[in-house]
C-alpha cells in the first residue's frame, strides 16, 4: 500500500512553481497576482483565505485580501469583483464561500469575468471542463487528477465510484475520470444519498472517491482489495484523547481501509493541501493567459 502524500507533492509543485516565478522575474515579466475576497468573519474562511495568501507569498506571486463586512449589501459585494475584472494587474480571483445569507452566491459566481475566475466555479469554465475544452479547474477535482497523474496511477478502463454528488467534487470527477486522456478513460459511477445499494457498488470500484461529508462512511468491507481510495472528507470529530477534544478524520475508516489499498490518501495531508496549489496553478495559468489568450 503506498500513501498518497498531498503535504509533499503539493511542496514539490510550489517549488516548481517558485522557479517558474524566478524565472519570469529575472527577464521582467508580470509577476502573477490573486486576490482573494474575504466577508465576515466565518472562522474556517479566514484560515482558508489567510492559507490561500500564505501560499502565494511562499511561491513569489503577488496577493491581495479584500476584506469586507459582514453587513455589505449584494450590490456592493457586485461592485467589488467588477472592480477587480476590470484591475489589470489583478490575473486571477476568488469570492471565498460560504457568503451570508442576505447574499446571492450565484450571482456573485456569475459576475465574475471567466478569464479570472481561478477556482473554476463559473458555468463558463465548468461547460468548458464539460466539453473538454482548456478551462480553470476548480481546485479539489484538480488537485485530484495533478495527484493520480504525479503518482503515475493508471486509470484507463477502471471502474471509478463517486460518492457524493455536489458542483465542485463529486460532479466535476466524474466528468474529468471518464473523459478521453492521461487520467480518464475510467468507467464511472457516481453515488449519493438515493442510490440503492451503495456499499455493493462502491465494492466493485477499482478507484473509490470519497466525497460525501460523513465520517468514517467507507468502512473496510466496502472496498476491494487493491483500489485505490481518495479521501476528499475534511470532517471534525470528538476525540477525548486529543489536545483540542477533537481531531479530523476523512470519510473513509482508515485504520481498517488502507491495508486493503494500492494507494490511499491520508486525512489531513492527502487531497486537502492539493486544493491550494491547484489555486495556484491556476493563478499561474491566469497570469500567462494560458487558457483564454489576449
Ligand atoms: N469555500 C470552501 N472551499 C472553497 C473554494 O475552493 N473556493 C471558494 N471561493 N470558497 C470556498
Request: proline residues 6%; hydrophobic residues 40%; contains cysteine.
Amino acid at each position: 500500500m503506498t500513501i498518497l502524500d498531498g503535504k509533499d507533492l503539493s511542496q514539490r509543485i510550489k517549488n516548481e512553481l517558485a522557479l517558474e516565478v524566478a524565472e519570469v522575474k529575472r527577464n521582467g515579466g508580470k509577476i502573477p497576482h490573486l486576490a482573494a475576497v474575504l466577508v465576515g468573519e466565518n472562522p474556517a474562511s479566514q484560515v482558508y483565505v489567510r492559507n490561500k495568501v500564505k501560499s502565494c507569498e511562499e511561491v513569489g506571486f503577488k496577493s491581495t485580501l479584500v476584506k469586507k463586512e459582514e453587513g455589505i449589501t449584494e450590490a456592493e459585494l457586485l461592485q467589488a469583483v467588477h472592480d477587480l475584472n476590470n484591475d489589470p494587474d489583478i490575473d486571477g480571483f476568488i469570492v471565498q464561500l460560504p457568503l451570508p445569507r442576505h447574499i446571492n452566491e450565484e450571482r456573485i459566481t456569475l459576475a465574475i469575468d471567466p478569464k479570472k475566475d481561478v477556482d473554476g466555479f463559473h458555468p463558463v469554465n465548468f461547460g468548458r471542463m464539460a466539453l473538454g475544452m482548456a478551462c480553470y479547474l476548480p481546485a479539489t477535482p484538480f488537485g485530484i487528477v495533478t495527484m493520480l497523474e504525479r503518482y503515475g496511477i493508471e486509470t484507463s478502463g477502471k471502474h471509478a465510484v463517486i460518492i457524493g454528488r455536489s458542483n465542485i467534487v463529486g460532479t466535476p470527477m466524474g466528468i474529468l475520470l471518464s473523459r478521453k486522456g492521461k487520467v480518464g478513460d475510467c468507467t464511472v459511477t457516481i453515488t449519493h444519498s438515493r442510490t440503492r445499494d451503495l456499499p455493493g457498488m462502491v465494492r466493485q470500484a477499482d478507484i473509490i472517491v470519497a466525497a460525501i461529508g460523513i465520517p468514517h462512511f467507507v468502512t473496510g468491507d466496502m472496498v476491494k482489495e487493491g483500489a485505490v481510495v481518495i479521501d476528499v472528507g475534511i470532517n471534525r470529530i470528538d476525540d477525548p484523547t486529543a489536545k483540542k477534544g477533537t481531531r479530523l478524520v476523512g470519510d473513509v475508516d482508515y485504520a481498517a481501509v488502507a491495508p486493503k489499498c494500492s494507494f490511499i490518501t491520508p486525512v489531513p495531508g492527502g487531497v486537502g493541501p492539493m486544493t491550494v496549489m491547484s489555486l495556484l496553478m491556476n493563478t499561474m495559468k491566469a497570469s500567462k493567459k494560458e487558457i483564454y489568450g489576449g
